[in-house]
C-alpha cells in the first residue's frame, strides 16, 4: 500500500479544483509545468503527486487527460463515495457548518446536529434537524455514521468525542481547539484555526 | 535565522494549550517523556521544538520550568503582539467567526467585518461593525490592517483578496475552497476544509 503524506493529501483538493476550471473552459489536456505556473508546486512534485494516485504516465507532449485526472482525484479523494457526517455543536461554527455549501460535492453528507441547548434541539438549520446529545446513540442504532464533526468549546470536546466513539463513530473531525485523546482505533484529524493562525502570523513577522 | 516548518508551526499552539491546563492546576515543571505521553509526539521531536524557540536546555531530572515555556511560546507565537484583522465575506462563516471567542486569546483582533450584501451593511456582529466592500480602502488610510480573513465563496475570493492587497493588507488567511494567487511579497496562509477533509477521509478508509 501507498503511503501519503499529510501536506500531499492536502494539496490533491486544489489539484481537482483547478483541473474541474480547466474542463469547465472546454481544456482538455494539461501539462505538469502548466500546472506548476498556476498551483506554484514544483514540476517534480507535481509528477510524484498524480503518479501516486494513477498509473497512467503523462505524456510529455501531449499532457494529462483533464477528465481522467478529475475522475481518479474524484475516486482517491473518496468523493464518489458518501460519508455521512453529523455535527456536535451547533453554536455559530457549527451552524455555518450545517450551512456550509461545499460539503456535498467533496462526498459529505451531513444529516444533522447536535446539541444540549434546549432553544436549538427540535429545530431546522438548512433543513437538517438538530436533536439532544442523548439522542446520538438511537441514530447511529439506526443509521451508519461515519464522522463525527466537534464544534462544541474547546472544555466540552473531549466529552463529546468520548459519546461519539461510544456511539461507534470512527472518523472525529475536531474544529475544537484543544487536544484530545482518542482510542488507537479512531481516526483524528484536527482542524485547528491556532495552528494556521501560528503559520501565518509566524510568516507575516518573519524574522522578528 | 531559524527556520519552521509548517507542520513544526502548527505544533507549538497544541503546546501552549496544554502548559497552560499545567499552569492551571498549579504544575511548575513538565518534562519531555511527560509531554510526549500526553501529547502524543515522539521525546526527540519536543525536545527539538522546545530548544528551536528557547534557548534553556531542559534539565533532564527537573523538566522545563511551566510558566517560563508559556511566556517563550506567547511571544513566539505573537500572542503578546496585536495583530488586527479584518473579515471579508459575512455570510454564516463569516459571522461565525467575527462570533468566534478564542481569536483574542491568540493576539488576533478581529476589528470589523466587510460585506456587499445591503441587509449586513451597517448592522454590528458580536459588536463589530459590518462596512461595505467599497469602504476597506478607507479603514485602511486610517487604521494598520494585518490580516484579512477571506470567506466569501470559492468565485468570489481572488477578487477580494486583490481588493485586500490594494488596500495595503499584508496577510491572507483565505478560508474560500479555492485556489488564489498572491503578489510574492504578500502572506497567504489557506486554511481549507477540503485538504482537512481529504486527510481525514483518506485515513478513515486507508487501504481501499
Avoid at 37 to 43: D, K, Q, T
Avoid at 60 to 74: A, M
Avoid at 134 to 146: A, G, M, P, R
Avoid at 155 to 165: C, L
Amino acid at each position: 500500500m501507498k503511503t501519503f503524506s499529510k501536506n500531499q493529501l492536502e494539496r490533491y483538493p486544489f489539484y481537482l479544483k483547478y483541473f474541474k476550471e480547466l474542463q469547465k473552459k472546454g481544456i482538455a489536456t494539461i501539462s505538469s509545468p502548466k500546472i506548476a505556473r498556476v498551483l506554484g508546486y514544483s514540476e517534480e512534485q507535481i509528477r510524484k503527486d498524480l503518479q501516486a494516485i494513477s498509473n497512467e504516465p503523462g505524456r510529455p507532449k501531449k499532457g494529462r487527460s483533464v477528465d481522467k485526472l478529475i475522475d481518479t482525484l474524484e475516486t482517491f479523494l473518496g468523493y464518489r463515495d458518501s460519508t455521512t457526517a453529523v455535527i456536535i455543536g451547533c453554536g455559530h461554527l457549527g451552524q455555518a457548518l450545517l450551512n456550509y455549501p461545499n460539503f456535498k460535492e467533496m462526498g459529505l453528507a451531513v444529516i444533522g446536529g447536535f446539541d444540549n441547548n434546549p432553544s436549538l434541539v427540535g429545530t431546522n438549520i438548512n433543513g437538517k434537524p438538530i436533536r439532544s446529545m442523548s439522542d446520538l446513540s438511537h441514530l447511529t442504532e439506526k443509521q451508519k455514521v461515519d464522522v463525527a464533526i466537534i464544534t462544541v468549546p474547546a472544555h466540552a470536546a473531549q466529552e463529546a468525542i468520548d459519546e461519539a466513539v461510544r456511539c461507534g463513530i470512527h472518523g472525529i473531525w475536531n474544529f475544537a481547539p484543544t487536544h484530545v485523546t482518542v482510542p488507537c482505533n479512531i481516526v483524528i484529524e484536527n482542524f485547528n484555526f491556532s495552528s494556521s493562525l501560528a503559520v501565518l502570523i509566524h510568516r507575516l513577522y518573519d524574522g522578528r
